[in-house]
Nanobody, 126 residues
């Protein structure tokens, strides 16, 4: 199994950009589908995005489509989430996650979840 550690969270004004990073340990990183979830205060954790093993196939929640971009670098065991045009409703703790799944879609990703990071807080001020 891999271990995950997020970084890059912080305070940003609405309309700004942030890039989150997720560093993975372990030699099996490239075998995992990687993704991001977020959890706002008082709300359930929600899916944000996921990327397949080869950084080609990606999926996004409708709420972030066109604003967020997920990517990975298997040579560095890293996953990134570039967040542009931030909105106040993007404020949440963002979690990196690793899953083993077949066809990449949110439902499969959730079922195949194996590892979570500790989370990084993103606060967007309006």
């Amino acid at each position: 199994q891999v271990q995950l550690a997020e970084s890059g969270g912080g305070l940003m004004q609405a309309g700004g950009s942030l890039r989150l990073s997720c560093a993975a340990s372990g030699r099996t990183f490239s075998s995992y589908v990687m993704g991001w979830f977020r959890q706002a205060s008082g709300k359930e954790r929600e899916f944000v995005s996921a990327v397949g093993q080869s950084d080609i196939v990606t999926v996004y929640a409708d709420s972030v489509k066109g604003r967020f971009t997920i990517s990975r670098d298997n040579s560095k065991n890293m996953v990134y989430l570039q967040m542009n045009s931030l909105k106040s409703e993007d404020t949440a703790v963002y979690y990196c996650a690793a899953a083993r799944t077949g066809v990449l879609r949110e439902s499969n990703f959730r079922r195949g979840l194996e590892v979570w990071g500790q989370g990084t807080l993103v606060t967007v001020s309006s």
